[in-house]
């Protein structure tokens, strides 16, 4: 993390004690040599398996897109147009200067509330590394919002990791993390709301069901798997378009401004 090209320790805290937009609106230049961009291996593989499974797609959105590591994959997926939705302007500028293709376009919105000019026009939606910042209480209205951008028919897709055991060092890391995350937000504004522990797969499934998608998972074998259950340690979740929303959620104000 600490290299040349990356943040300093100074810009990682003043980035923590920000708003989440603003925070990545100030680590955007750096933030493609940081350990939080998502890794190629895992685009490649999520590529690889959507190719296999699904085809070809007409057009496709990344949901918080960031600085654009998965607008490439989109771009070799789809033959149509593509577009990345993101909180943060400072992380667009950066997406477009690494994407110039006038198949691609961006959109600067809060994802629990999606502009309605992208509804019902993609075949495709992928999101990778943001879900951490959302509240399981959020998940509902952005589910919502991605399944009314879809067509009928169309993939939510996103890989997710198995759950790590509390015997696991990295189980005690991430619980760490989180604590010391609730207590920044409980005595500092704005709050800075990123967590490793509020996406599990149980609760993840049954939002996307309630918000009308048909949800299968495929191993992502790519990763290999865990030595003591033979459980994958990662999985595509497909979420497919199917119905309307059992109860729409209602929508949350946040700006939406083409970019």
């Not at 989109?74 to 993101?86: A, F, H, I, K, Q």
């Not at 495709?124 to 998940?139: D, K, Q």
């Not at 992502?220 to 865990?226: A, I």
Request: aromatic content about 10%; some cysteine.
């Amino acid at each position: 993390m600490f290299t040349s090209h990356g943040p300093s320790v100074r810009e990682l805290a003043v980035q923590a004690l920000s708003s989440v937009e603003r925070g990545y609106d100030l680590l955007a230049p750096k933030f493609d040599h940081t350990p939080f961009r998502t890794p190629d291996r895992m685009l490649d593989a999520v590529e690889e398996t959507l190719a296999q499974r699904e085809g070809s797609f007409r057009a496709g959105l990344d949901v918080c897109c960031g600085t654009g590591a998965g607008i490439g994959m989109l771009r070799r997926l789809c033959r149509e147009r593509v577009t990345g939705v993101d909180l943060s302007a400072g992380m667009l500028a950066e997406a477009r200067r690494a994407h110039p293709d006038e198949r691609v376009d961006f959109v600067r919105a809060d994802a629990r509330a999606l502009p309605s000019a992208l509804g019902d026009s993609y075949d495709l939606a992928v999101s990778f590394g943001a879900f951490g910042h959302f509240l399981p209480a959020e998940r509902p209205a952005l589910f919502s919002g991605i399944h009314a951008a879809l067509r009928e028919g169309g993939v939510f897709a996103f890989p997710i990791g198995a759950p790590i055991p509390p015997s696991h060092p990295l189980w005690w890391a991430v619980a760490g993390f989180d604590a010391a995350m609730r207590v920044r937000n409980a005595v500092w504004r704005p709050p800075f709301v990123m967590y490793y522990r509020t996406f599990p797969l149980g609760g993840v499934r049954a939002d996307l069901r309630a918000a009308g998608f048909a949800v299968d998972t495929v191993p992502l074998e790519h990763f290999g798997r865990q030595a003591a259950s033979g459980a994958p340690r990662w999985r595509l979740v497909l979420a497919r378009k199917t119905a309307a929303p059992a109860e729409p959620a209602a929508p949350l104000s946040g700006p939406a401004v083409r970019a």
